[in-house]
């Protein structure tokens, strides 16, 4: 059983949960940027939450099936149709044998989620399929999906619910401005105090350049550096530092001008400083920010981003007890 | 040297050893990570050193984050730093130094480059006051090299050269990142030397190339047979420069899958080696070549 890939849409790849315990070799461990999202498709077709499903960035793809399945979408409101007939989003479905699976224009959100019952099963690369094409490793031979494609399916194991949805209360996408909570921490001290101000109160646009290694932001006033003498081995900007390792989630500002916050694919290390790192309970929201959106970075404390932790916890606990 | 503890976000742990680069600092760096992976500390998924930090990624469901602080800190105050001993490998990495690919990828981002009439060589050459090419060849190549990290993106190592401060090449980074460089360069930024492990961005200066695969998902040749990455942290390098028939001739082993470099177990100690820098690289080479 496959699906077959028509047209692939946008930088669509094939993403599980990632391949954590390879960060100090420089292999990042990727999956689904909304991980919430990836978790809330799969239950909606009875698979595990860590199946593999396919993630597309505001062009979906078109897709042929050739046996009954479900499917469902959630992620950005990316209205899907069969043969061209409307679905819904955050909802099961069923695609018929022969049917085609497309998608109409963007209405908010980035990156979309497509579970299909029984899950992708291409094979796995350190104990996950998804894709990270710098290292040719998971997705379709290390690269992301292209049309002509027959992408495997596993076998489903559950039988589901058509019609089964998430309640809107606990579907979640990004505010407009978008909101980012920030622990500023790691080289937070290089940054003079007026800077430190500035960065929380300016408001920043998404970069066009964002993809899965790091989305970047402009806007903002320029942050000014506490002034030393570079350290040996730094090099000589003020925003270098000797090369170490990047956080996921850390907030780098080459040269004090555009920060840019890395993600599910980031770099696991390089010399520039970095003032912080975005919440992990904010992480899943940056992969759903579409390039112009204004942003404000809030700062909070420890305890702040532990509660925000817990809170988004309780979320995915009630999308699960609502599609048990 | 009195190591900085800082949290990235709510996952991560940072803890930069020093502001500066040194051979005693990525030292406590490597003994920290392996005292970190034997405490076998529940909660803790990515233990990562780098030149003269590291940093921890954890799950604060599992262990709460000052805790996580606690536990590092508990084990610096364990860690002896002794005399520094490291059971390690010293590998030969042949490089074609001013070969053509890398000639023909400068070229193209001479805009982006400090001193556009000069290659990256004769640049990086001129820069730290060496009269020719060869003699910069000579002094990258002669000395052996840490691994001081590896990272960046899949398999790539930084490496740091065995010798005296007054004696390390230092070379800025392009001005602008290249948008391409090839696989397998061997690049040169601050005082590190990196090799490419897979095409793409970059910004360091571009010397020549190796042969050598050091990053392969298939795992085609017998040293990446145990896993994909080749390199890693603590490992010695002496790069063997080689000309254009030497290098095909090892591309032409590498595409039959029969290349294999030249690796031999030596134990070096850190200490010895600040006593006598010239003497330990000496004993190093003899070990590497079986004297």
Not at chain 1, 301 to 310: G, I, S
Not at chain 2, 84 to 98: C, K
Not at chain 2, 109 to 138: C, L, M, W
Request: glycine content about 8%; overall charge negative.
């Amino acid at each position: 059983m496959t699906i077959n890939v028509i047209s692939a849409g946008i930088a669509t790849t094939i993403q599980d949960l990632g391949r954590p315990g390879y960060y100090h070799l420089g292999i990042p461990m990727s999956g689904a940027m909304d991980r919430l999202a990836l978790k809330t498709a799969n239950l909606l077709v009875g698979n595990d939450e860590g199946a593999a499903g396919l993630e597309s960035v505001f062009v979906g793809p078109e897709l042929e099936f050739t046996r009954d399945t479900t499917v469902a979408i959630c992620g950005a409101e990316l209205p899907p149709k069969v043969d061209g007939e409307p679905r819904d989003t955050w909802t099961a479905f069923t695609v018929k044998a022969g049917q085609v699976l497309s998608f109409d224009f963007l209405k908010s959100g980035a990156r979309i989620y497509i579970a299909i019952s029984g899950g992708i099963t291409t094979p796995m690369h350190l104990g996950s399929r998804s894709t990270y094409a710098i290292g040719t490793l998971g997705g379709v031979n290390g690269r992301p999906v292209q049309p002509g494609d027959s992408l495997p399916l596993g076998k489903s194991n559950k039988t589901v619910k058509d019609g089964l949805l998430v309640p809107k209360a606990l579907r979640r996408g990004p505010s407009n401005p978008a909101e980012l909570r920030v622990l500023p921490g790691l080289y937070w001290h290089r940054i003079t105090e007026q800077a430190q101000n500035n960065f929380f109160e300016d408001t920043w646009k998404v970069a066009n350049e964002t993809d899965r290694m790091g989305y970047r932001f402009q806007g903002g006033r320029k942050l000014e550096f506490v002034e030393r003498e570079q350290p040996f081995s730094a090099g000589a900007d003020p925003s270098n530092i000797t090369d170490a390792c990047y956080p996921y989630g850390s907030i780098q500002v080459p040269s004090g001008s555009e920060p840019i916050v890395l993600h599910r694919d980031a770099v696991s290390g390089g010399g520039y400083f970095m003032l912080g790192a975005v919440i992990s309970a904010d992480m899943d929201l940056i992969g759903q920010l579409q390039p112009n959106t204004p942003v404000r970075f809030v700062k909070v404390d420890m305890e702040a981003a532990l509660a925000a932790r817990k809170e988004q916890a309780t979320i995915m606990d009630e999308i699960r007890e609502v599609l048990s | 040297m009195s190591s900085r503890y800082t949290f990235g976000g709510d996952e991560h742990i940072f803890v930069e050893v020093d502001e500066e680069m040194s051979l005693e600092a990525f030292f406590v760096s490597l003994s920290m990570t392996n005292a970190v992976r034997n405490a076998n500390i529940k909660g803790v998924t990515e233990i990562c050193p780098a030149n003269a930090s590291f940093q921890i990624k954890f799950d604060p469901d599992v262990i709460h984050p000052d805790d996580m602080m606690k536990e590092l800190k508990r084990l610096e105050a364990q860690t002896e730093q002794g005399d520094n001993l490291l059971e390690t490998r010293i590998v030969e990495v042949p490089v074609y130094y001013q070969d053509p690919w890398t000639y023909e990828t400068l070229m193209r981002f001479r805009d982006r480059h400090q001193d556009p009439n000069a290659t990256d060589i004769e640049y990086a050459a001129s820069i730290n006051g060496y009269d020719s090419v060869e003699k910069f060849i000579e002094a990258h190549s002669g000395a052996p090299w840490f691994v001081s990290m590896v990272g960046f993106v899949s398999g790539l190592p930084f490496l740091y050269q065995m010798v005296d401060r007054s004696r390390q090449i230092q070379v800025p980074k392009y001005l602008r990142p290249r948008t391409d460089t090839p696989r397998q360069t061997i690049g040169y930024g601050g005082t590190f030397t990196s090799i490419y492990s897979v095409r793409g961005a970059g910004g360091y200066q571009m010397l020549g190339i190796t042969p050598m695969q050091i990053f392969d998902p298939e795992q085609r040749l017998s040293y990446l047979k145990d896993f994909m990455v080749f390199f890693k942290p603590g490992d010695i390098v002496k790069f063997k420069p080689v000309n254009r028939e030497e290098y095909d001739a090892a591309i032409a082993q590498v595409r039959a899958g029969e290349f294999m470099p030249r690796i031999r177990n030596v134990r070096f100690s850190l200490s010895e080696f600040n006593a006598d820098m010239d003497g330990t690289n000496a004993k190093l080479m003899e070990a590497l070549y079986d004297h």
